[in-house]
């Protein structure tokens, strides 16, 4: 694998389910990030993560909650979703937080929350 | 409040002409500028970038455009190829590396 890769590509959840998007980068980077894309706006940054710590939380609600175990690896944890929550869910990685000018995307995945 | 904004949706272009995608920002505080390109099914790639001190970067039959008296990023591409049909994002950089995007244009070259 090379890039930046992210499973599931599609997912269907319910209201009251709890399901995980998982990112894997094999770039060497040490910054991670969670975007969200919905129709007709902007990529919506969510979370930061460089040197596997936190950095940056974007007033994003608490259903969604991120881990990074490793530079290498982010999960965007998801529970009690809204329909509105359905968007295109994007990871994407760079050399560092601060010194890098550019993002390196994943597939994405695309979210419906019935 | 949108700092970043591409206000054509969408765009039609016979092949072989020129393609030309706009983007407009509103803080001059943005120091570095990128184009991505997104394939359906497929994550945003980087195109072409652009420093706030040039107002010109040209790759073979990508060019962007800068003027930053009217905070206008622009994209040129020529001749327009069918493989170019995709949706383009322009981005904006602060000098602490938070990018701004835009909604994205989606560009259809006609054969």
């Known amino acids: 694998e090379t890039g930046v890769t992210q499973t599931p590509r599609h997912l269907v959840m319910g209201m009251t389910n709890k399901k995980s998007l998982k990112c894997e980068q094999h770039?060497?980077?040490?910054?991670m990030y969670w975007y969200k894309q919905s129709a007709k706006k902007p990529l919506e940054l969510m979370f930061v993560y460089n040197f596997k710590e936190q950095t940056e939380n974007n007033s994003v609600p608490s259903r969604f909650s991120p881990e990074c175990p490793n530079s290498s690896h982010l999960f965007l944890h998801l529970h009690t979703l809204q329909p509105e929550d359905s968007a295109l869910y994007l990871c994407?990685?760079?050399?560092?937080?601060?010194?890098?000018?550019?993002?390196?995307f994943g597939p994405g995945t695309r979210l419906t929350v019935l | 409040d949108q700092q970043v904004k591409q206000n054509s949706p969408s765009l039609s272009v016979q092949e072989g002409r020129i393609s030309i995608l706009n983007c407009d920002y509103t803080?001059?505080?943005?120091?570095?500028f990128l184009w991505y390109k997104k394939y359906p099914a497929e994550g945003p790639t980087f195109l072409i970038s652009i420093s706030s001190i040039k107002d010109k970067n040209e790759d073979g039959r990508f060019t962007v455009f800068l003027n930053k008296s009217a905070k206008h990023l622009s994209l040129h591409i020529v001749p327009s190829q069918p493989g170019d049909s995709a949706v383009y994002f322009c981005a904006a950089l602060w000098p602490g590396n938070q990018f701004y995007f835009g909604t994205g244009t989606s560009l259809t070259v006609i054969p």
């Open positions: 994407a990685s760079s050399q560092d937080r601060s010194g890098s000018r550019f993002l390196y």
């Open positions: 770039l060497g980077h040490n910054a």
């Open positions: 803080n001059s505080m943005f120091d570095y």
